[in-house]
């Protein structure tokens, strides 16, 4: 029964935050799918890394490739975080605190929110074109340590809605167990990278580190800005947490 109730947990993630197909007829329970965001961006960066080896076999040019990754990423998860950046950009983009809900809950985009999501867009695409080894281990740690982010600021910080899409993950969070999940998720996959690559533990490390310093730093940062998090916030983190490590991650490593 505890299998079947994790299965369908974690299903529900699926549909949840992805824009893969799933079976009407499963029983899906959403009320603590935050838990699984990291184990989903795995599952999204394993994806996008077959699609990106498959192009690579092609011989396809690696700035289109990055291109067409980046657009896929957008696709897959149905633009769900990117218009959460969009809106939160728009929210503190206004000089009144008092104000910035509001026009964060306004579906109407603004100029900010349209600049910021061009902004992301490039910086992932320039930033994946950089990187020309590893990218099946960058593609899955990067999409992994946002969502981590993601969990840990649904964790650290409060609630600004009473009521609001992203308000039951809150509610759904077990503490500290939920955030260990999906730290060993993670590093089960920077387990198996310093295993493959022995001769790299150090740089492996030292970029773990880093990401998950990035992760946390950019939750903390919309919870100076804004108080707490909304829904929009929470992809606002995953967002500028993938953008920021997939710069850090063209710094060369000798």
Known sequence: MLLLNNLNSLLAAL???????????????????????????????????????????LQMPISIRSSLIVVLWIWWTGGLHLDG?????????VQDPDRR???????????????????IILLKTCALAAITHDRVWVLLLV?????????LSIA??????AEGKGAFHR????????????????????????YL????????????????????????????????????TYGAVVEWTEAVTLCLFTIPSN
Not at 85 to 93: E, K, N, R, V
Not at 171 to 194: M, N, R
């Open 197 to 232: 690559q022995p001769q790299n533990w150090l740089v492996i490390g030292l970029r773990s580190v880093a990401s998950c310093g990035i992760s946390a730093l950019v939750g903390y940062y919309f919870y100076r800005k804004l108080g707490g998090h909304t829904g929009d």
């Open 143 to 151: 999409a992994g340590w946002s969502r981590w982010g993601q969990v």
């Open 85 to 93: 950046a969009m809106d939160t950009a728009d929210g503190l983009a």
């Open 156 to 161: 650290l910080y409060p609630y600004l809605k």
């Open 15 to 57: 549909a949840f935050y992805t824009c893969c197909p799933i079976p009407t007829k499963s029983q899906l329970d959403f009320s603590r799918i935050a838990r699984w965001a990291p184990a989903i961006g795995l599952l999204l960066g394993g994806g996008l890394s077959l699609v990106d080896l498959g192009l690579d076999w």
């Open 101 to 119: 809900l509001t026009v964060m809950t306004d579906s109407v985009t603004g100029a900010f929110g349209a600049m910021v999501a061009v902004v």
């Open 171 to 194: 509610q759904g969070l077990k503490l500290p167990q939920d955030i260990l999940l999906g730290l060993a998720f993670i590093f089960a996959v920077t387990g198996c990278q310093i």
